[in-house]
C-alpha cells in the first residue's frame, strides 16, 4: 500500500470504528480525532454545536479569495440485519473497506481529507480558502447539523458534497419533496349498522384516488422529472364489525424546478376541499427544488474529471442532500460521490479503496481549477498513488 492509499483506508477506518448513529448521533466521539487530523494540516478549527455531544467540526485554511466548502457527515444509519462482519468494526478485504458508514460518508470524508491535504501540500500560496466540515445531523434531520451551521452564519463561495449523485453523474440539482398527512373523521357504528355510521376510510380512499387522478403543474425546468406522488402510509379502523371513525393516510410528494410546494400544496387541498366528508390536511415536511446556478462551477467539475480520464454526466435527483440547504443558502453546491454502485444503508456497506484514490485524483484537479492554480510552485515530490 502507498501512503495515500494507507491514510485513506486508515481515516476510512478510524471513523467507522465510532458509533455515530442517528439520530443519536454522538458525533462527539470523532471530535478529537478528527481536531488532531485538521491540526496536522495546519488547518484552523472551529467547532458550532447546538448540542454538545453532536458538533460539527470545521477545519479551515487558506486566505482571502473565492472560499469552497467540502461537507461530509459523520453521522450513520443504524446497522439493522444481514452483516457478514461488526458494523462498527471496519475490515478491509478484496480490496474493499466494509463498515457502517464505509460510502456513506465517512470514506467520502476521508477522501476529501487526503485531497485537500495533497493540494495544500502542493499549493500552499494558493488564494482562496476550502472549508472542509464534518456534519453532524445528516441521517436525521440536520437540525443540529447543516441547519445550525446556516443558522450561525457560515458562508461559502460554493459547495462540493461528496454525499450523493455518483462517480460520474455529478446531481446539479434536486427535487422539492412535500409530505402531507391527510385524517379523515368519520362516525363509530356497528358495520351491520353502517346507516347509523360514517366510514373514515371509505371517504378517505376516495381522496387517494382523486389525487392519483391529479393534473400536476406542467411549467418546470425539463431537465427535471414531472412531479410524482407515493402513498407510504394508510392506518384505518380496528376491528371487522365496527364503521371506522378515523383514518389517515401519508404521502411523498417529489416535484421538479419551477414548481412550488404551495401549488403542490393547494392542489391537494382542492382535492380535499371537494371530497365528501370531515377532514384535515397537515404538511409534515417541505422542502423545495434547487438547480445549481452556478453554471461555471459545474464546468469546472467536469472539467477537472476529463483531465483524470472520467467523462461526467450531470443528473437531477428526486432525493435529497444537505446540497439543497447550501444552495437555498446562496452557496451553490454540487454532490457527487466516489463510486457508481452505492451500497448505502444496505447491510455489508464497503467503499472501494481504489475508488478512493482516484477520487482523491479527482477533487486535487478540482481544487486546482477551482483556485486557479495552474503550476506547481513549491511541488518537488511525485504525488503517491495519483496518475494526473
Ligand atoms: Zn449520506
Known amino acids: 500500500m502507498d501512503k495515500l492509499t494507507s491514510e485513506l483506508v486508515s481515516i476510512a477506518s478510524s471513523l ?40 460539527n467540526i470545521i477545519g479551515e485554511i487558506g486566505n482571502s479569495g473565492r472560499s469552497l466548502v467540502i461537507a461530509c457527515h459523520i453521522d450513520v444509519v443504524a446497522a439493522g440485519s444481514g452483516w457478514r462482519t461488526d458494523p462498527f468494526k471496519a475490515v478491509v478485504k478484496n480490496g474493499r473497506i ?27 500560496d494558493f488564494k482562496g480558502k476550502i472549508y472542509l466540515v464534518a456534519l453532524a445531523d445528516e441521517e436525521a434531520d440536520n437540525v443540529y447539523g447543516v441547519k445550525y451551521l446556516l443558522k450561525n452564519g457560515f458562508k461559502a463561495d460554493a459547495g462540493l458534497i461528496p454525499d450523493g449523485g455518483y462517480f460520474s453523474k455529478l446531481d446539479i440539482g434536486e427535487k422539492g419533496c412535500l409530505q402531507l398527512k391527510i385524517e379523515s373523521f368519520g362516525k363509530q357504528a356497528h358495520s351491520a349498522l353502517d346507516e347509523y355510521g360514517e366510514n373514515a376510510l371509505s371517504n378517505l380512499t376516495s381522496i387517494v384516488e382523486k389525487i392519483k387522478l391529479v393534473k400536476w403543474p406542467q411549467k418546470f425546468d425539463k431537465k427535471f ?73 459545474i464546468k469546472l ?22 446540497a439543497k440547504e447550501f444552495n437555498e443558502a446562496g452557496i451553490p453546491s454540487i454532490v457527487h460521490y466516489p463510486m ?8 455489508n456497506e464497503y467503499i472501494e479503496i481504489d475508488s478512493m484514490v482516484k477520487t482523491v485524483g479527482l477533487y486535487y484537479e478540482f481544487f486546482k481549477e477551482y483556485f486557479g492554480v495552474k503550476y506547481k510552485k513549491r511541488y518537488s515530490r511525485p504525488l503517491e498513488g495519483i496518475k494526473i
Do not use: W
Open 16 to 55: 467507522i470504528n465510532y458509533k455515530t448513529v442517528s439520530p443519536d448521533g454522538n458525533e462527539y466521539l470523532c471530535r478529537s480525532y478528527l481536531t488532531k487530523k485538521f491540526k496536522d494540516v495546519r488547518m484552523k478549527i472551529s467547532v458550532l454545536a447546538k448540542n454538545k455531544r453532536r458538533p
Open 98 to 124: 466494509y463498515g457502517r458508514g464505509a460510502i456513506d460518508d465517512k470514506g467520502p470524508f476521508a477522501i476529501s481529507y487526503c485531497a485537500v491535504k495533497k493540494f495544500v501540500r502542493d499549493y500552499p
Open 301 to 322: 467539475f467536469v472539467r477537472s474529471a476529463k483531465k483524470v480520464g472520467v467523462d461526467i454526466k450531470t443528473i437531477i435527483l428526486a432525493g435529497n442532500s444537505v
Open 225 to 297: 422529472s414531472e412531479t410524482k406522488v407515493n402513498f407510504s402510509l394508510f392506518h384505518a379502523g380496528e376491528i371487522a364489525n365496527t364503521v371506522p371513525p378515523y383514518a389517515y393516510v401519508q404521502m411523498d410528494i417529489r416535484y421538479p424546478f419551477g414548481v412550488g410546494s404551495d401549488e403542490v400544496f393547494k392542489k391537494v387541498k382542492g382535492v380535499v376541499a371537494n371530497c365528501a366528508g370531515k377532514f384535515k390536511l397537515k404538511t409534515i415536511y417541505k422542502t423545495e427544488p434547487h438547480l445549481v446556478k452556478d453554471r461555471a462551477l
Open 340 to 347: 457508481d454502485h452505492l451500497p448505502i444503508h444496505e447491510p
